[in-house]
């Protein structure tokens, strides 16, 4: 009988006090995994309430046991092992979801109480928390691509901002429902609540302020900047565009329509010639673009532009570019061998970037780390067809999500390559995903549903 | 009186077996020999107790008595015993026995009895296989020469030394003293000294006189025949004759008979002459014409073939008819002379052979002979040595270094109900059109798999072609006998008006070109029920259009048509011509040439190539047996690949010859579909065996490297029905990415 070896290891956390647990190196069987390690840190804590947690090993999240996590990183079993616990995130809980007329292929939120979701009918819909819809805004005609809410602006009475693309070969900005009408959107929630997305909505919830065209194909993708004064897309003639955007060029647009409004508006009737509600009051601007990065081949699919000077794009002829948005010019490459779809970067280390494509591995690309002339990617292996669709969580900076043709979603911790939850919920494929707040998160399929998960932890 | 033996007794001590078992036996086989005192030594022996052993030694007394050795008469039975075990104890010292205790010879003429009977045979063994006292065994006596014990008994102790080692001024006096002393000698083994008696020492006298040990033994005895001298005259068993012995045999008959036959029939030959030895014959000539063994020079004999035999004309005196008239003979000479060949053989008749005159070319022939063979040696040719049959195979590089190649199933496209027929991607590769038997046109977004439009078009679809104008993005359709093209509708407002306008110009000049002929061979009209569209109304069913590169030719099939089969239209002026006044074959499908104004006509077996500039036959590729399905042009233009009914996929390099480069049998059933990839080095066929054929196909730029072609993927995904199984397949433009069509309704997409 093999006598069993004992490890020792010292406990440090920075969760809160209550948390906390004596660092006191204790011996632990070797064979032990999380499950074990979290047994042993909830009998210390003696919580009435046991709480699972997640352990860390060198910035790597245990998910075996630890003698063989010892024997891969090659650390001697003598040595007092130094594991970090983090509270576990909960398996996800499914909240009823939304029916949509059509294929839902953008999602997003503005100010993490409202959703949006565009469809292949081309139209925006606005969802309360509770599933019910506000308002249905026709946007694009063929189909809404991406939807991306601006970061809130400094004066909290201005309405909040979001930019929408789609087949028409346009992106748009609107203006969302004013932040200061809590009490009249409740007073109107109970008269105005739609079933089933179907009935006419009132249309004053979304304004359309300004509108870009310059593509000559459906506009694929849309970023903007943190700050959100600039407005990156691409699209599939392989154009990559900056243009202004913000609450200025929504100003401008609305103090054009008070003065005289006659270009703009002529424009923006021809440009809303097609769409089913009628043309509202405010006149829509034009912006030009202010630069275009040349440098893909073909569709751009994906756009993310996690600090001010960085964008990253993918692209389906198999390139990640990093461009310097002030020089306009393409700072690094990333070659693969598959089209790409989707691309995210962390919110906070700006060098690190997440792309799924043509192909069933998340890849992470970190710039941060090179082996000699190749870029080093790490790619996670779980999903059974092409991933769509990534978003990071705003909360932090290891969580990901991804949406799948597999017709699940998939949470990810970036320091492990096992996904933490497979979020089962569609009966078709998942085409779009975005994180509500830190907390939950929001996806979008081809069974016409509007799914939400609330992450506990 | 211990020692001295009778006579008797050391006789028969001395011949017989000296184990202490045999020495009574031994008495009574003297007893049967000398006393012929058989009744009473019988009877002795038939008793099997104590009491006879008893008697039986009084026997032995009293044959000892018959030889006239005097013995003392016994008072008691216990007297008897006693002495009959003192004798035995001498006779067993006489037979250099070991001397038992005195209780093992007093049990001992128990054992002799039982025993004695079955030991008789074997009377005179030898003294070798007396058993030893002593329990050393073989080991060396020199072992135990300084210790004080010969060796150990059963119960492992030690047997004592009895008779030691006397000093020696001891023995010598001992000696001096003794008379017995020079007839003394010591046992070793079983440690004791033993006197010979006067006999004994005879004995050994004799034996070393080389006579026989003991005085009375008779060398020169007669011989008495004891068992062959008299004849018996009656039989061992009184049983009666058995009655077989009194009939023939009838198995004996039966052999009788085959042997009869046999001899009858030839089989059996009796009398069998001697072979006579013929004298070996030699073959002279052998080796005359046969490749002999290799001779000592080391070159092999590579022999000359062998001149024709001479006929009759070649005879001193052939017959007459042989004979050649002048002219003829003129003849000869002068068509040798015409064509260059030697002076022809002339029959000549002579009347002897001494008459015929001396060869007159010998010495010329000779002697050009022998230059031939100076200077034109024969060749010798090796053999090819093939180490393996995988060592003629090609080397082709391995199908992981080749990638990427479609490879596993990434989307399907539902929505088809019944065959779908055809499959066609857009320039930018987002778009696909597809066609199948429910008469629908749809269009799918490539990276959703969503249909975003579809057209009834209300009769099966055969053939689906994007325009490669991409300012127009029109499609076009195949259905019935009417070519449809409408606006895709996925491009941009302005695409979409220009597309409009141009089919409405196409339209407004067409109208009167159609109304000059009686009965036009095409008509273009609106399509009012699909918005935009514009239809080319046939005489015949179409089953095949192609786009030029340009986008604005593009030409229809038709194969019932006959002459009209092949029909050119022109978009930008809305008109139609025919190009062939007739057709050889049916027709199958048409490609324009990428680069250059060719046009490829595939007919049922062949392929033509016409050069529309010239507006003359260019080449003519020949196919196989089987009807040519379907066919794609290299993107460079110079290479042909064609998919035909005999399940044979054949590449052509129209530069190298009108025959196949390569044939690629690998399908299992008809092909239905090739494709060439536009960027990649990648060419697919589809089959009726329900799956897609993937190949590398490497054109290279310099003329002497043939194309290389490997067999990467066979992407299965499809099921048959009603046996069809892939009806299309095509190319995504810019990722190595295959989209095919099935007849069981669904649309694949393999992807890498």
Request: aromatic residues 6%.
């Amino acid at each position: 009988m093999e006598e069993e070896t004992q490890l020792t290891c010292s406990f440090v956390t920075k969760l809160p006090t209550e948390l906390r647990i004596p660092e006191a190196p204790l011996a632990i069987p070797a064979k032990t995994s999380r499950l074990g390690l979290s047994q042993v840190v909830n009998q210390l804590l003696a919580l009435d309430r046991p709480r699972p947690f997640d352990f860390l090993l060198d910035g790597e999240l245990v998910r075996q046991s630890l003698e063989s996590l010892v024997l891969a990183h090659g650390v001697s079993t003598e040595s007092v092992l130094n594991i970090e616990y983090i509270l576990a995130v909960a398996p996800p809980k499914q909240s009823p979801p939304c029916q949509e007329n059509d294929w839902v292929s953008a999602v997003a939120c503005l100010k993490s109480a409202l959703r949006l979701s565009g469809s292949y009918d081309g139209s925006i819909r606005v969802w309360d928390g509770d599933g019910a819809c506000l308002s249905i805004t026709p946007a694009h005609k063929g189909g809404v691509n991406v939807i991306r809410p601006l970061p809130t602006s400094s004066s909290a009475s201005a309405p909040p901002l979001l930019v929408s693309a789609g087949k028409d070969q346009k992106a748009r900005l609107w203006t969302g429902p004013p932040q200061d009408a809590p009490a009249s959107h409740g007073a109107h929630h109970s008269a105005t609540r739609l079933t089933n997305g179907s009935a006419s909505a009132q249309q004053d919830t979304l304004q359309a302020v300004a509108v870009y065209g310059g593509h000559t194909d459906a506009v694929q993708c849309a970023a903007v900047n943190p700050v959100g004064s600039r407005l990156a897309t691409g699209g599939w003639d392989s154009h990559l565009f900056l243009w202004p955007t913000g609450a200025e060029v929504a100003a401008s647009a609305l103090d054009g329509s008070a003065a005289a409004p006659v270009k703009p508006s002529s424009a923006a009737r021809k440009k809303r010639k097609g769409e089913a509600g009628s043309a509202p009051a405010a006149a829509i601007a034009e912006p030009a673009s202010q630069a275009e990065l040349q440098g893909h081949l073909q569709c751009v699919s994906g756009l993310a532009w996690p600090s001010d000077g960085t964008l990253y794009s993918c692209s389906w002829d198999h390139q990640v570019k990093r461009w310097d948005t002030e020089t306009t010019a393409c700072v690094d490459t990333l070659s693969g061998g598959r089209a790409l779809y989707c691309i995210a970067a962390a919110p906070e280390d700006q060098q690190v970037v997440a792309f799924g494509g043509a192909d069933r591995a998340l890849r992470l690309w970190d710039l941060r780390v090179r082996h000699g002339e190749k870029q080093a990617t790490q790619s996670f292996v779980s999903h059974q067809n092409w991933i769509v669709d990534i978003a990071w969580s705003p909360a932090s900076p290891h969580h990901l999500l991804t949406a799948s043709h597999d017709k699940t979603l998939k949470l990810w911790d970036k320091r492990t390559s096992i996904p933490l939850h497979t979020l089962q919920g569609h009966t078709d494929k998942v085409l779009c995903c975005c994180w509500l707040n830190g907390q939950s998160v929001l996806s979008g399929g081809a069974d016409n549903l509007l799914q939400s998960w609330v992450l506990g932890q | 009186m211990k020692k001295r033996a009778p006579d008797g007794a050391a006789k028969a001590a001395v011949e017989s077996i000296p184990s202490d078992s045999d020495a009574e036996l031994n008495a009574n086989e003297l007893d049967l020999s000398e006393s012929g005192s058989d009744e009473s030594s019988y009877s002795s022996e038939e008793g099997a107790s104590d009491v006879s052993s008893q008697s039986e030694v009084e026997d032995d007394r009293e044959t000892l008595d018959d030889t006239g050795t005097p013995t003392a008469a016994a008072a008691s039975d216990q007297d008897e015993l006693d002495r009959a075990v003192v004798d035995y104890l001498i006779a067993s010292q006489k037979a250099g026995l070991p001397a038992p205790s005195l209780e093992e010879a007093a049990v001992q003429p128990e054992t002799t009895d039982r025993e004695g009977l079955d030991a008789a045979p074997e009377g005179d063994t030898s003294d070798d296989e007396r058993p030893q006292r002593n329990t050393v065994g073989d080991v060396p006596l020199e072992w135990y020469r300084d210790e004080d014990h010969i060796g150990y008994d059963r119960e492992g102790q030690k047997l004592i030394r009895k008779a030691k080692q006397k000093d020696r001024l001891d023995a010598l006096i001992q000696r001096n003293d003794d008379e017995s002393a020079w007839r003394t000698i010591y046992d070793e083994y079983n440690d004791e000294e033993l006197t010979l008696s006067k006999e004994e020492l005879q004995m050994i006298q004799r034996i070393r006189e080389g006579h026989f040990p003991h005085v009375e033994v008779n060398p020169w005895e007669p011989e008495t025949d004891w068992y062959t001298k008299e004849r018996e005259i009656h039989p061992l068993s009184s049983a009666p004759e058995p009655k077989r012995r009194f009939i023939p045999s009838k198995w004996e008959e039966k052999k009788i008979v085959k042997l009869v036959r046999a001899l009858r029939k030839g089989w059996i030959k009796r009398d069998r002459t001697p072979k006579t030895e013929e004298p070996p014959a030699y073959l002279l000539w052998q080796d005359d014409g046969m490749v002999a063994d290799r001779p000592a020079s080391g070159l092999a004999y590579v022999p000359a073939p062998k001149p024709v035999l001479p006929g009759h004309d070649e005879s001193f005196n052939p017959p007459k008819e042989f004979l050649l008239s002048e002219e003829e003979t003129a003849a000869k000479q002068l068509q040798a002379e015409e064509n260059g060949d030697a002076a022809p053989w002339i029959p000549a008749a002579f009347d002897a052979l001494r008459n015929v005159p001396l060869y007159s070319e010998f010495i010329k022939e000779r002697f050009e002979r022998c230059l031939d063979l100076y200077l034109a040696p024969r060749a010798r040719r090796m053999r090819l040595h093939v180490a393996s049959p995988e060592a003629l195979l090609p080397q082709l590089p391995k199908p992981r270094d080749l990638q990427p190649f479609p490879t596993t199933l990434l989307l399907k496209f539902l929505g088809h109900v019944g065959k779908v027929r055809t499959v066609a991607p857009d320039q930018t590769g987002q778009w696909l059109a597809s066609g199948g038997d429910d008469g629908l046109l749809r269009v799918w977004e490539v990276r959703s798999g969503r249909c975003v439009r579809s057209w009834d078009l209300q009769a099966p679809i055969h053939c689906v072609a994007w325009c490669p104008n991409s300012a127009l993005r029109l499609l076009a359709a195949a259905s019935a006998s009417r070519l449809v093209i409408v606006p895709s509708g996925t491009g941009p407002e302005e695409v979409e008006r220009a597309a409009e306008e141009a089919l409405e110009s196409a339209c407004q000049q067409a109208t009167p070109a159609a109304d000059d002929e009686a009965r036009p061979m095409c008509r273009w009209q609106r399509l009012p029920e699909l918005q935009g569209g514009v239809e080319l109304v046939h005489l015949h069913p179409v089953r095949h259009l192609a786009w030029h590169g340009r986008g604005d030719y593009f030409a229809s099939v038709a194969p019932t048509g006959n002459t009209q089969a092949v029909l050119v239209h022109q978009l930008s002026k809305g008109a139609s011509q025919n190009p062939f006044r007739r057709n050889r074959g049916r027709v199958t499908s048409v490609l324009f040439h990428p680069a250059k104004p060719f046009l490829f006509v595939a007919t049922q077996n062949s392929i033509r190539i016409y050069d529309l500039a010239r507006q003359a036959l260019a080449n003519r590729l020949l196919g196989g047996s089987g009807v040519i399905a379907s066919m794609a042009v290299h993107p460079s233009g110079d290479h042909v690949i064609v998919g035909s009914a005999d399940k044979r996929l054949a590449w052509y390099d129209m530069d190298l010859s009108t025959k196949p480069y390569r044939a690629l049998h690998y399908h299992t059933a008809a092909l239905r579909s090739v494709a060439y990839h536009p960027t990649y080095p990648l060419f697919a066929s589809a089959s009726d065996d329900a799956t897609i054929h993937v190949f590398h196909g490497m054109v290279y730029q310099d003329l002497l490297t043939n194309p290389l072609i490997v067999p990467v993927k066979i992407l299965r995904g499809h099921q048959q029905c009603e046996h069809e199984g892939v009806l299309s397949c095509s190319f995504h433009p810019h990722q190595p990415w295959i989209f095919t069509a099935g007849a069981d309704g669904e649309i694949a997409l393999f992807g890498n």
